[in-house]
Each structure stands twice: as structure tokens, then as C-alpha cells.
């Protein structure tokens, strides 16, 4: 493990966890839009009730049930991978932490319906206070699921021995001093997410401020910085070191990298007035560096809180895993679905009757 | 012996299977209704756009789809929520099949992004498509929704019947198992029965149909139930191709198991009776209150079915690879040396409870109730639904020790015993306690030295005699062969 990741890993392992990492960006893209989003949503009409609302707060309350489906599909993936890679100590936190645990699927039906009942002309006809209640139910929700995997992930990290006291005493709530500066890099580093991909659906629709949304991603940008500050104080050594060993070095770096890209980016599109797609290419790509970058970094400071003797432990079983077949199976159907999913895209922006008509009778006539 | 300990969690009175039953046969019904909901919306756009029925555009437009969305997003929490319990239940089954069919689980992942990315585009943009398009939609979400039960049903149908993968190994053989497509096939047909009798609720509940589209309507969706006349030649096939043990239990081998069967079967011949003779052969009209009680006969029945699925698998949860309580069965001749309790990292909760002896926690009493916590919880209760202290009432403590030591053969669904003669000892003095009431003291069971080596030398024959297969085995491996 003195190479960058996943050089310096046996194949299984790095294959295993690269897939991991790969679809857990895939899931966190979505879940940052769901975090912050709901957040935005809950703020809004705390803010105003249900009288009027602005276009960024439309496209949210249109998009946001949808973004949940996706956050909970693009989840499924990495879970999967996860129980290959850290079975015993996924398995082993979910048990300890039991009924707290398996209530953030109640609690995630609950806050998926809020987002319908938000989307709902009933609640339009009703008190602002009512629609102002029902607003906070999913950014209420999607914490709770939020905190409960923190909660599980940092528990999973503890020794054997320390699984043993805690089972012991029954208590199905974990707190670690990491907790919270943990949560929250996490929380306000979902803003500038939030904040891109509602700048690339207000490019689509041509509509947007771009003042506005560079302010909020800066603010975003910021608080971003300040909660990795309190992480950094809050934790202990091993995990300060873990974002600048071989392993994780070099990502570490270009996700540094991509807040300055972010940065300036957000810079650009304030200074132009502009949501230009090419603008826009740039806080993209520092988002992906930093997004990328900061998992990789994650996993590295999981592999070091489990220490080289437990971590090492773990390859046999990664290397029994990779013997099943069905990969290319996977590859396949992935490519075909990707294809597939592209189609459905195709298919709404190319088929509406409205562009037919126009297709059929170009002059209106 | 090296094993992997999980800890484990007290359901209380509900047994851990009911948890995850329950959970399953809701799952099940609602994946069922999203999976033909889609076919459904697929054969009502088809007949709105080919100028078959005027009806069918009004009905797609209605309620249905928004509960077609409700569904596959419910589907696929409970789904997740299935996940979750299986851990609860029982991490190292689900574990097993992680490493068996992760590439199968991550390809039926990408039918989910398919279904969910199609489902919300049908919803929220099919009202504005062309027809063609709107269809083409339907038929994604439809296919996609089917195949993620075609990858899952292959996984599940694994663990009653392994099959040739129990030689080769081999994915396939495994995936493609002898119950792989009765069972496929029954699902397919139980997904459109789901989602017809929904809709003729539903086609009576919503407003603006005149009697005659009503009618109308009813009979359209009746003919997606037509195929509910292969449902017993399926039935037959699935059976046939069950373990010969397995086909016992529900041949009045064990009567729970019997009596879901008849269940699930007497549900679908008074659904698929009414479907086949009524609504398509008398075309008769069904109105909301006949359709949502059919609806819940369908429910009896997928709950009758899902509830033998997971019990003809006993004493497995994946046949021959792994037993109910987490023990492999070529792990059982070790455990009866060495036992499990001595490496068990998790301590007893509820050990200042127990009676004590010297100051200390009654030892014996305190192995049994580890032993039952390893072998047992999964199961059965302390005092609950299928409680260990009730099924043994009557026995006394020598009739525990011998039926216990030869559980297997006692009732063929039970796993051997997995552990040494003092664990068995200790489970029989703890269910003696339970039994009477958990009194604050309990005698100490070695007191008498002579008394409790012969007692432990007497289960040790019991279980030699019992042996460490199960009662049932499909082949006898070559070195077992006369051993018993």
C-alpha cells in the first residue's frame, strides 16, 4: 500500500474497490442533490409558504422525487460491492446498531411521499404554515439516513473488542467525537453539487441567475473548507495521515485541486452573467476531481482505521469473490442499459407531439 | 475451529422469520403489481393508440400509473428493506449470496437504473409523447421491471434447488437451476394477475366511465389473467422439481407447510376461477368490491406461496451449503468437538439475570442460553411464536437431551445438533428454567460429578447414533456411507 490507489493493492481487491468507489460517485452525485435540495426546499418555504416560488425552487420540488429514486437505485451498487469488500464489519455495525439502523427505510418512504405530497395541487389549496411543516419532513428524513450510515461506517472502522462492549450494553446509538465534523463536510460539501447540477438544468431550460448560483456555490465552497477545518481538528493522527499516505497523496491533491477549479469557475460565471455550457465545464470538472478525489481519500482513511493486519486479512475473501463469474455478463447488460437509458432520454426530446406537429407543419399553418 | 461470529440480535416474541416473511410477502406483491402494471399500461396504451379503446388513454392518464410509480418506488425500498432484514436475520446467508452472484445482483441493478430512468419518463412526459413514444417507453420500463425479476428469481430459486452447481460450481448452473423457470413463468403470470385486479378496482373507482366503458374496461384487463390457466401445470413442474424431502413437507410432511400450500392454492383457483369462467369466458362485469376481495385472495396467495418458498428449504437456507441456524453442514462434526460458545466474542445480555452460583452467573445456564442465541434464536423464541419452552412442553430433561442430540432425525426439517454434550446439556437446563418459570435459583447441573459424566457420555452416544447429516440428504458422500 505505498502506491496511489489502486496500484499496490492484489487485482481482486483493487478491482473490487475501484468499482466501489466508481459507483459510490455515481450514488454521492445524487445524494448531494437530495441533501442539499431538500434542504434549499425546506428553506424556501420556511421562507414563503406556498405563495409563489422561485424557478430554482420549481425545478427542485419537480426534480427532487425522482433524485430520491435515483440516490436510493445508484445506492443498491455499492452496497453490493461494500459487502464484498468489508462483509464482517458492514454486517457487524448493522446488527449492533439494529432498529435504529432499519429505520431509515420507513423513515426514507416517509420522506419520499413528503416529496410528492409537496409536488401536490392539494397542497397548494391549503395553509402556507401546512406546506411550510410538510417541506421540512424530507430534509428531516434524508439527514437521519444521513447521520445513520456515518453512524454505521464509523462503527463499522472499531475493533472486535470494542463490538463486544457495545453489544453488551444494548445501546443502539454510536457516537464517535468524529461524528459530527464528519457529517458535516458532507452536508455543506453537497451545496456546490446541489449548486452545479441546478445551474446545468437552468442551462437546459435557459433560464437561471448566475449570480445567485455562483454566490450559493462560493458559499457552498466555503463551508465546505470550514467543516474539513473542524474535521481536521476533530480527529486523531492515523486519520489526518491517511489523506497524505502514498495511497491517497495524490488524490487528496486533486481534489484540493478541484475546489480551486470549482473556485474559479464559479468565479467566471459570476463575473460573465452567464450559465455558458463551456463556463460551466469548469466547476464540472473541479467538482468531479473533488468529488473523486475525497472518496478515494474516504477509503483511505477507512483502510487505515482498520490498520494493515485486519485490512490484509480481508483479500482471500476478495480473492474467493473474484473467482465467481458473471462479470462480462455485467459489462454487457451495463453497456446495453446505458444505451437504453439513453434512448428514454432520446425519446422525451426528440418525440413530444408538440415537435411533431412542428416536424409536420413547420410554418403553424 | 475457525467462524465468523456476528452478533445477535432478540427479535422478542416474533420469531426472526415472520420479520422477514412478512416483509418479503409485501415486497413480493408489490414488485409483482409494478412489474404487471407495466405490461398492463403497455397492452392499454397499445389498444388507446390502434383506436381499439377510447377508454384505455383516459384510464392510463388516471390514477393507475401514479400507483404504478408508487409501487415500483415502494418495490424497490422494500427491496433495499429485504436486504437489511436478511442481514438482521441471518448475515451469513446473505453473505454467501453476495459472493455467489454479486455480477448477477450488480446486472439486475442495472435494470433497476433502467426501470426507474423509463418509469419516471412514462410518468411525467408520457401524456406529451407521440404514441410511439409513450409505448416505447411503457415497453422499456415493462422489460426492465421483468428483467430484474428474471436475475432475482434466478438467485432466489438457488437456494431450494442448487442443482448442478453443487458439482460444477459453475454460475449457470446455479443461476439456471431446476426451479429457474416454473418458477420465472409463475411469477410472470402471478405479476399480471396482480395488476388486473388492481386495475378493475381501480376502473370502478375512478370517475367519468360511463357502465359500458366500465364494462369494457374490466374485460380488456381481464385477458391479462388468461394465462392464469398454466398456473397448475407450473404449479406441477415447480413441485416436481423440488428435493423429494422438500415435496414432503408440503405433502402433509409438516402440516404448517401443508396448510400455507393449501392456502395459496385454494386462494389462486377461486381467483383464477373466477378470472377464467366469470370475466373471459361469461364476460361478466366485476364491480370495485368483488375486485379488491379477489385482490386480497391474490395477496393470501402470494402470502401462502412466498411463506412454503421459504419453508421446503428447511433444514437450509441454502440447500446443502448452509442450515437455518448459520451452520455449514461440514462444520457440524467439529462443532460437536469443540463447540461454539468458548469463541463466541459477543457476551450474554441479560446475564445478571440468570441465577447465580458462587457469586457468578450460573455457568451452565449461561452456555445454554448462548447455545440457543447461535443455533436456536434464529428460529425460534424464548417465549413467543414458535417457542422452544412450548414445543418441549411435556418432555422431561432426559427426553430433551436424546430428542435434542437427535433433532434431525426427531423432525427431518431441523438441522443435527452442532455442538458438544455440555452445549446441549446447558440448552436443555436453560429450556428446563424457561419452562419453570425462570425461578431465581437452579441447581448446579455438574454437582453430582459421576452423575453428569455419565449424563454428558449418554448424550455423546445420542449423538453418534444421530450422526452429522442431515435426516435427508440428496447424495450420501462416500466416507459417510454406513458411518451412522
Known amino acids: ?365 | 475451529m475457525e467462524a465468523v461470529l456476528y452478533p445477535v440480535n432478540d427479535f422478542g416474541p416474533v420469531m426472526k422469520g415472520l420479520a422477514i416473511g412478512g416483509l418479503g410477502i409485501f415486497h413480493v406483491f408489490t414488485a409483482h403489481f409494478a412489474i404487471g402494471g407495466g405490461m398492463l399500461l403497455c397492452y392499454f396504451q397499445w389498444l388507446a393508440m390502434t383506436g381499439r379503446s377510447k377508454s384505455a388513454r383516459v384510464f392510463l392518464d388516471g390514477y393507475f400509473r401514479y400507483l404504478v410509480l408508487i409501487s415500483f418506488v415502494t418495490g424497490a425500498l422494500t427491496g433495499v428493506a429485504m436486504w437489511f432484514t436478511s442481514i438482521q436475520v441471518s448475515p451469513v446467508t446473505i453473505g454467501l449470496m453476495v459472493d455467489e452472484f454479486h455480477w448477477l445482483w450488480a446486472v439486475e441493478w442495472t435494470f433497476f437504473c433502467l426501470e426507474v430512468v423509463a418509469g419516471y419518463a412514462a410518468f411525467k412526459y408520457g401524456p406529451q409523447l407521440t404514441d410511439r413514444a409513450r409505448l416505447a417507453l411503457l415497453a422499456l420500463y415493462s422489460f426492465a421491471a421483468w428483467m430484474s425479476l428474471f436475475w432475482i428469481n434466478g438467485i432466489l430459486s438457488f437456494q431450494l434447488t442448487p442443482g448442478a452447481w453443487l458439482e460444477s460450481h459453475s454460475l449457470w448452473d446455479a443461476f439456471l437451476n431446476p426451479t429457474f423457470l416454473p418458477s420465472l413463468f409463475y411469477r410472470t403470470i402471478a405479476a399480471l394477475v396482480v395488476a388486473a385486479l388492481v386495475a378493475m378496482v381501480l376502473i370502478n373507482l375512478a370517475p367519468g366511465f360511463s357502465r359500458n366503458d366500465r364494462e369494457h374496461l374490466v374485460h380488456r384487463a381481464a385477458w391479462l389473467m388468461s394465462p392464469m390457466i398454466l398456473m397448475p401445470i407450473l404449479g406441477i413442474w415447480f413441485v416436481a422439481a423440488m428435493p423429494p424431502d422438500s415435496r414432503e413437507w408440503i405433502m402433509g410432511g409438516s402440516i404448517a407447510m401443508t396448510l400455507m400450500l393449501n392456502i395459496a392454492v385454494g386462494a389462486s383457483a377461486l381467483v383464477g376461477g373466477y378470472a377464467l369462467i366469470g370475466l373471459i369466458r361469461q364476460k361478466l362485469f366485476i364491480n370495485g368490491a368483488t375486485a379488491t376481495v379477489l385482490c386480497v385472495l391474490a395477496f393470501a396467495a402470494t402470502g401462502g406461496g412466498e411463506f412454503v418458498r421459504e419453508g421446503v428449504r428447511k433444514p437450509y437456507t441454502m440447500r446443502e451449503l448452509l442450515y437455518s441456524n448459520a451452520v455449514r453442514p461440514e462444520q457440524v462434526a467439529a462443532l460437536r468437538q469443540h463447540g461454539l460458545t468458548e469463541i463466541d466474542p459477543y457476551p450474554l445480555r441479560g446475564e445478571d439475570r440468570l441465577p447465580k452460583i458462587d457469586g457468578q452467573p450460573h455457568v451452565h445456564l449461561r452456555t445454554g442460553a448462548i447455545v440457543f442465541r447461535q443455533q436456536c434464536s434464529v428460529c425460534h423464541t424464548t417465549a413467543g411464536v414458535n417457542a422452544l419452552p412450548g414445543l418441549t412442553k411435556g418432555w422431561d430433561a432426559e427426553m430433551e437431551r436424546q430428542n435434542f442430540a437427535k433433532l434431525q432425525h426427531l423432525k427431518p426439517f431441523m438441522p443435527p445438533f452442532a455442538g458438544t454434550p455440555t452445549e446441549l446439556e446447558s440448552l436443555v437446563q436453560f429450556v428446563e428454567w424457561w419452562k419453570q418459570g425462570r425461578p431465581d435459583t437452579w441447581p448446579d447441573t455438574a454437582a453430582a460429578p459421576q452423575e453428569y459424566a455419565e449424563r454428558l457420555a449418554r448424550i455423546r452416544h445420542w449423538l453418534d447414533e444421530a450422526g452429522t447429516r442431515p435426516a435427508l440428504v440428496r447424495t450420501v458422500p462416500t466416507d459417510a456411507k454406513g458411518g451412522r
Open chain 1, 1 to 365: 500500500m505505498d502506491a496511489p490507489f489502486p496500484f499496490g493493492l492484489p487485482l481482486p481487491t483493487g478491482f473490487y474497490l475501484t468499482m466501489y468507489l466508481v459507483t459510490l460517485v455515481i450514488h454521492v452525485v445524487f445524494m448531494n442533490y437530495v441533501l442539499a435540495g431538500t434542504a434549499a426546499l425546506a428553506a424556501a418555504y420556511l421562507r414563503r409558504g406556498n405563495r409563489g416560488a422561485g424557478e430554482s425552487t420549481f425545478i427542485l420540488k419537480e426534480w427532487m422525487p425522482f433524485m430520491l429514486s435515483g440516490a436510493i437505485t445508484a445506492g443498491v451498487a455499492p452496497l453490493l460491492f461494500l459487502q464484498i469488500l468489508y462483509k464482517r464489519e458492514y454486517y457487524t455495525a448493522n446488527l449492533l446498531l439494529f432498529n435504529r439502523w432499519m429505520a431509515i427505510l420507513p423513515v426514507l418512504i416517509v420522506g419520499f411521499y413528503a416529496l410528492y405530497l409537496l409536488k401536490s395541487r392539494w397542497l397548494t389549496r391549503r395553509a402556507g404554515w401546512l406546506a411550510a411543516a410538510l417541506a421540512v419532513v424530507p430534509i428531516l428524513c434524508v439527514a437521519f439516513t444521513g447521520y445513520s450510515w456515518t453512524e454505521n461506517h464509523l462503527l463499522s472502522v472499531r475493533s472486535p473488542a470494542f463490538w463486544g462492549e457495545f453489544y453488551a450494553t444494548r445501546a443502539q446509538v454510536y457516537y464517535d467525537p468524529q461524528l459530527l465534523p464528519r457529517l458535516l463536510v458532507w452536508a455543506v460539501g453537497s451545496v456546490p453539487s446541489l449548486v452545479l447540477v441546478l445551474a446545468w438544468q437552468h442551462w437546459y431550460r435557459g433560464t437561471g441567475h448566475p449570480g445567485s448560483l455562483a454566490r450559493a456555490a462560493g458559499i457552498g465552497l466555503a463551508l465546505t473548507c470550514g467543516a474539513a477545518a473542524w474535521y481536521y481538528v476533530a480527529t486523531d493522527d492515523a486519520t489526518r495521515g491517511a489523506f497524505v499516505s502514498p495511497l491517497a497523496a495524490p488524490y487528496f491533491a486533486s481534489a484540493c485541486l478541484g475546489l480551486l477549479l470549482q473556485a474559479v469557475g464559479w468565479g467566471w460565471v459570476a463575473r460573465s452573467q452567464s450559465l455558458d455550457g463551456r463556463k460551466l465545464l469548469v466547476p464540472s470538472v473541479g467538482l468531479a476531481l473533488t468529488v473523486g478525489g475525497m472518496t478515494v481519500c474516504r477509503e483511505a482513511v477507512r483502510i487505515a482505521a482498520l490498520g494493515p493486519e485486519r485490512f490484509e486479512a480481508l483479500f482471500p475473501g476478495h480473492a474467493e469473490a473474484f473467482g465467481k463469474g458473471g462479470l462480462f455478463v455485467f459489462l454487457s447488460f451495463f453497456a446495453v442499459n446505458a444505451a437504453l437509458i439513453v434512448l428514454v432520454f432520446w425519446l422525451v426530446r426528440h418525440h413530444s407531439v408538440a415537435n411533431t406537429v412542428q416536424k409536420r407543419d413547420p410554418h403553424g399553418t
